[in-house]
């Protein structure tokens, strides 16, 4: 197989890193332990911007050393995967405590947070272009930055919590988002960024029973709901900077290893795997919960998979064998020099990180590079 030019890459990973523990309390020191919106980021703390800075030339050097070619800051400058850029929108803010929850194969539960619409959503600044161009300045590799999917704002919200005097049709309030997106992807390609990755559990939320009861309960339509995500979606990605990469994360939640759905992709393959005109999606395929590769047949041709093969809720690592059976599953349904792969999630959706040490992130990161190797002769 010829190496891929261009990412996504053929060992790739999804960009949230395990913080070293001292940048964590660090971060409780100087912010607290529950800023999610006191001033939504830590560029406006010296100090913990320094201790970032090296905490990130580390991590940059842990990706290098294990052989991937796209590099992150490990979202080492947020305090979840999301915040920093949504609450720096005009007018969204964040609360703490949401109603919904995650879980773990254990039955525990924790709270999610929620966000607020207190009037016309606009971009304001970026959030994203200063630690761009530091990652940029610390390596020779591919920079990635990893935003959350603008349909993840309405996910943490839902209608009660959207200022119904400026959105009375939540129509407006998708079209401005998508605006706001283009504004914040130009800012990244005129600071030199290549390759952008949108997160979001929206879409897997969507092909679970309860979490569908629950959009119903509250008034949303799932199907409205699809519509406009893609919508919103094909809008941003149609006004990308030209020579830029978007690629799509998806994932059933990941937060410190728990989870906020279940269920195969079947309810929204046909729409979403053809109907969202990103470059590549990376998919989560790490456990039963995400069903088999059948809705697989469905994938477009246009688009590039990437196997989310390898957990990062658990420090067990796969068995490499194992790794190119499924790769070759999947490959009945994709032809494999469409498929790359990489982990189901990122290690540290939020800045407390899941429940692994870096040394098994490490590994873990290692063992998608060599599986690439092995299947494709490149990572």
């Not at 100090?47 to 800075?53: A, I």
């Not at 020779?140 to 935003?147: A, E, F, G, Y």
């Not at 992807?185 to 029973?209: I, K, P, R, S």
């Not at 957990?311 to 796969?318: A, D, G, I, V």
């Amino acid at each position: 197989m010829a190496t891929r030019p261009r990412p996504p890459f053929r060992a790739d990973h999804v960009g949230s890193l395990r913080r070293p523990e001292s940048l964590m309390k660090a971060r409780e020191r100087l912010l607290g332990a529950h800023d999610l919106d006191a001033n939504f980021g830590s560029h406006h703390n010296a100090e913990l911007s320094k201790l970032e800075d090296e905490a990130i030339r580390d991590v940059v050097k842990l990706q290098e050393a294990a052989g991937l070619t796209s590099i992150t800051d490990g979202e080492f400058r947020r305090r979840i995967w999301w915040s920093e850029f949504l609450l720096s929108l005009e007018n969204v803010a964040g609360n703490y405590r949401g109603t919904e929850t995650f879980r773990n194969d254990k039955g525990h539960t924790v709270p999610s947070p929620r966000v607020d619409v207190t009037g016309k959503i606009r971009w304001k600044q970026s959030v994203n272009v200063g630690a761009f161009r530091f990652l940029k300045s610390v390596t020779q590799r591919t920079p990635k930055v990893t935003m959350p999917a603008p349909q993840t704002l309405y996910f943490y919200s839902k209608r009660e919590w959207v200022d119904k005097v400026v959105y009375p049709d939540l129509e407006a309030m998708w079209s401005d988002v998508a605006d706001a997106y283009v504004v914040e992807l130009q800012a990244l390609a005129d600071a030199g960024c290549t390759y952008v990755q949108m997160d979001e559990v929206v879409t897997c939320c969507l092909c679970d029973d309860k979490q569908r009861a629950k959009l119903k309960g509250r008034g949303d339509d799932p199907q409205r709901l699809l519509d406009l995500q893609i919508r919103t979606m094909n809008s941003v990605v149609a006004r990308r900077p030209k020579g830029m990469t978007i690629v799509m994360h998806t994932c059933r939640g990941n937060y410190q290893g728990h989870w906020a759905a279940e269920g195969g992709y079947d309810p929204i393959a046909e729409r979403v795997f053809n109907e969202i005109k990103v470059d590549a999606l990376f998919l989560e395929y790490d456990t039963p919960r995400a069903g088999d590769f059948t809705p697989l047949r469905y994938f477009g041709k246009d688009k590039v998979l990437v196997l989310g093969l390898i957990s990062t809720k658990t420090p067990q690592l796969e068995d490499p064998d194992a790794l190119k059976r499924r790769i070759d599953q999947a490959a009945k349904y994709v032809d494999l020099d469409r498929l790359c792969l990489s982990p189901q999630c990122g290690f540290s959706s939020n800045y407390l990180g899941n429940p692994v040490t870096i040394d098994d992130q490490k590994r873990k990161l290692e063992l998608v590079v060599k599986t690439a190797e092995s299947v494709w002769g490149t990572a």
